[in-house]
């Protein structure tokens, strides 16, 4: 990562959500989605446009001092 130290700190998984069936934890640094640095969550969001839903997505993530690999697949927020 050429001792990138940015990146956007998971504060939540919901549970049986994309991120917890992708494996992602609470904690974890999300580095890169789909190819493409993600540094704020509006990074994030500009990739979880309405293309991207039911469409596997790469997720590189920094937990505990490792680099971590996982796919994600978004779904539609269905409200509660």
Request: net charge negative; proline share 2%.
């Amino acid at each position: 990562l050429g001792g990138r130290s940015t990146g956007l700190r998971v504060a939540s998984v919901v549970a049986g959500g994309p991120a917890d069936q992708a494996g992602l934890r609470t904690g974890d640094l999300l580095l890169t989605a789909d190819g493409h640095e993600v540094a704020t969550a509006q990074d994030l969001q500009r990739l979880m446009f309405a293309e991207a839903i039911g469409r596997r997505l790469g997720i590189t993530v920094m937990r505990n001092g490792a680099l971590v690999d996982v796919i994600a697949e978004p779904s539609e927020l269905v409200a509660a």
